[in-house]
């Protein structure tokens, strides 16, 4: 067994996101955004449903106008997985998307008009037992904030997340969720650690604008890493200037690499070197793309040579390690049979499909 980092998660309450959970002892959710126009319903509509297919638990959608908050009953009646409406500036949008079935809202409050707008979408919001996520971002904090404080900062973006919450708490709203995300990671860190000893709501990590595929994972996996390391977090989203399923598999495996959550293939490989007894990268590139599918949680072991081959087979259901002529095959630790290259991975999808229809025939015998 691995050691678990999160020695225990931050205590929140739990709210609900259509049938998701959201904090509490719920799994972390992972969630994505669409970059589609909402008013192409039927773009909008092929974009969450890949979300879903790629493990997405919730969607948000952009509400920018009312042709968009028109399109949204369409899209709901064609999609199955929870969807947030993300409104900005507008209570009107925000009243459009409720009345359109929405399952939550990311809006900040303060940023929506007068106390009696705000009422409105409080008052609606509750009718249909809807939760509110309040998104603080370092890039568009308040004024007040910026010259209280003299520049973005940690201590800012906490304030504001303050003033967000106590406006939704004086109309006796709690079904509150909040994230307070910057490009910056010491200061996204550092105000989500100030902001989990003051209040016990769920929040939603995110590091915003990371940047493309590669620059964006290596910062949302050290900035959401040490949040999620700490205890803190119950909903992630990754943002990267990517196709939003990247997101989706990028949330999972930050998650399954702390052991927070466990979803699909987890492919244990060598870099390989000189004594690789077959070609490891192009063997776990193979594999990737022929176990995308997997929705179980399968440990994979793709050893290069002996060198660590067994001792990684020890600790995975399925393993590899290279060797001359043939390669072992490891199951469940225990040495399985020898096998050639040219059926290795046909064997090992084999397998891991094996494994997989198991874990859920057991799921659905209860
Ligand atoms: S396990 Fe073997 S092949 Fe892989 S990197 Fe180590 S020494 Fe090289």
Same mark, same amino acid.
């Given at each position: 067994?691995r050691?678990?980092?999160?020695?225990?998660?931050?205590?929140?309450?739990?709210l609900m996101v259509?049938?998701?959970?959201?904090g509490?002892?719920?799994?972390?959710?992972?969630?994505?955004m669409?970059?589609t126009l909402?008013?192409?319903?039927?773009?909008?509509?092929a974009?969450?449903?890949?979300?879903?297919?790629?493990?997405?638990?919730?969607?948000?959608?952009?509400?920018?106008d009312?042709?968009?908050a028109?399109?949204?009953?369409?899209?709901?009646a064609?999609?199955t997985?929870?969807?947030?409406?993300?409104?900005?500036f507008s209570?009107?949008?925000?009243?459009?998307s409720?009345?359109?079935?929405v399952h939550?809202?990311?809006?900040n409050?303060?940023?929506?008009?007068?106390?009696?707008?705000?009422e $409105? !979408?409080?008052? #609606? /919001?509750?009718? &249909?037992?809807?939760s509110?996520?309040?998104?603080?971002?370092?890039? @568009? *904090?308040?004024?007040e904030f910026?010259e209280?404080?003299?520049?973005?900062c940690?201590?800012?973006?906490?304030?504001s997340?303050?003033r967000?919450?106590r406006?939704?708490?004086?109309?006796?709203?709690?079904?509150?969720?909040?994230?307070?995300?910057?490009?910056?990671?010491?200061?996204?860190v550092?105000a989500y650690?100030?902001l989990a000893k003051k209040?016990?709501?769920?929040?939603?990590l995110?590091?915003?604008?990371s940047g493309?595929?590669?620059?964006?994972?290596?910062?949302?996996?050290?900035?959401?890493?040490?949040?999620?390391?700490?205890?803190i977090g119950?909903?992630? $989203? !990754?943002?990267? #200037? /990517?196709?939003p &399923?990247?997101?989706?598999?990028v949330?999972?495996?930050i998650?399954? @690499? *702390?052991g927070l959550?466990?979803?699909?293939?987890n492919?244990?490989?060598?870099?390989?070197?000189?004594?690789?007894?077959?070609?490891?990268?192009?063997?776990?590139?193979?594999?990737?793309?022929?176990?995308?599918?997997i929705?179980?949680s399968?440990?994979?072991?793709?050893?290069?040579?002996?060198v660590n081959?067994?001792?990684?087979?020890?600790?995975?259901q399925?393993?590899?390690t290279?060797?001359?002529?043939?390669?072992?095959?490891?199951?469940?630790g225990e040495k399985?049979?020898?096998?050639?290259?040219?059926?290795m991975?046909?064997?090992?999808?084999?397998e891991?499909?094996?494994?997989?229809?198991?874990?859920?025939? &057991?799921?659905?015998?209860?």
């Amino acid at each position: 067994m691995r050691d678990a980092i999160v020695k225990s998660r931050r205590k929140t309450r739990q709210l609900m996101v259509g049938d998701v959970a959201i904090g509490g002892d719920a799994p972390i959710a992972v969630q994505s955004m669409t970059n589609t126009l909402t008013t192409d319903i039927d773009a909008t509509v092929a974009q969450v449903c890949a979300l879903e297919e790629a493990g997405a638990d919730i969607v948000r959608i952009s509400v920018p106008d009312a042709e968009s908050a028109r399109a949204m009953p369409e899209i709901l009646a064609q999609t199955t997985i929870p969807v947030i409406a993300d409104i900005h500036f507008s209570y009107k949008m925000a009243l459009l998307s409720l009345d359109a079935g929405v399952h939550g809202l990311r809006l900040n409050p303060g940023n929506i008009g007068s106390q009696d707008r705000v009422e $409105r !979408v409080v008052k #609606a /919001a509750q009718e &249909k037992n809807i939760s509110i996520r309040i998104g603080v971002n370092a890039g @568009s *904090l308040e004024k007040e904030f910026n010259e209280q404080y003299g520049e973005p900062c940690a201590d800012a973006m906490v304030a504001s997340a303050l003033r967000h919450i106590r406006i939704l708490e004086d109309m006796n709203f709690n079904d509150i969720k909040i994230s307070l995300k910057a490009s910056n990671i010491p200061m996204t860190v550092a105000a989500y650690r100030k902001l989990a000893k003051k209040v016990d709501y769920p929040f939603h990590l995110g590091i915003t604008e990371s940047g493309s595929l590669f620059g964006g994972t290596v910062k949302s996996s050290v900035g959401l890493g040490l949040i999620l390391a700490d205890g803190i977090g119950d909903t992630v $989203r !990754v943002s990267l #200037a /990517a196709d939003p &399923k990247e997101e989706i598999k990028v949330g999972f495996e930050i998650l399954k @690499s *702390l052991g927070l959550r466990h979803r699909g293939v987890n492919l244990i490989a060598c870099p390989s070197c000189a004594r690789q007894k077959f070609n490891v990268i192009e063997a776990v590139q193979e594999l990737e793309s022929r176990l995308a599918h997997i929705q179980e949680s399968v440990d994979v072991a793709i050893i290069g040579c002996v060198v660590n081959g067994p001792g990684e087979a020890q600790e995975v259901q399925v393993g590899i390690t290279g060797g001359y002529p043939t390669h072992t095959f490891y199951h469940d630790g225990e040495k399985f049979g020898r096998i050639k290259s040219h059926n290795m991975i046909d064997a090992l999808v084999e397998e891991v499909e094996k494994r997989a229809a198991d874990i859920r025939r &057991k799921e659905q015998e209860g």
